[in-house]
């Protein structure tokens, strides 16, 4: 089982392997790969930092608890009909967003997001929209 925060459902969408570190990267690419290869992978809905925060560099400002963060986990979860320490395939994940979202839903959600004006998550929930699931990530 992959424990996930809300906001972070909607990173995975657009990710395309970068990140605040290296280290960081490799797992958020590992978390990805999982949910691509295997979308009946369960995931638990964390409410604070997970496993993907969990390595967060330690050289940056550390940003998972900040309160607009919480807010943007709630903002989503609620978007998807999904409370904390909900357990359910990615697959119904990526269900719940085909129904539940459209791609400029980014913009107002993810408005502070550093990785919104790479345009990445708005072109993944065009991905889960169509059935296509997650983007295959380039290694470099």
Excluded at 74 to 82: C, P, Q, T, V
Aim: charged letters at 30%.
């Amino acid at each position: 089982m992959i424990k996930l925060r809300g906001h972070h459902l909607f990173c995975l969408l657009g990710y395309r392997g970068m990140g605040y570190s290296k280290e960081y990267a490799e797992n958020m690419t590992a978390v990805h790969s999982a949910l691509r290869q295997r979308p009946d992978t369960l995931i638990q809905i964390m409410k604070g930092p997970d496993y993907l925060c969990a390595k967060f560099p330690d050289d940056q400002p550390y940003h998972c608890e900040d309160q607009g963060i919480y807010v943007r986990d709630s903002e989503i979860l609620k978007r998807l009909g999904l409370k904390f320490g909900d357990v359910l395939p990615w697959r119904e994940v990526e269900r719940r967003i085909r129904v539940g979202v459209v791609p400029s839903d980014i913009e107002v959600i993810c408005e502070t997001c550093s990785w919104r004006s790479y345009g990445y998550c708005e072109h993944g929930v065009e991905r889960i929209i169509d059935a296509v699931g997650l983007r295959e990530v380039e290694q470099e």
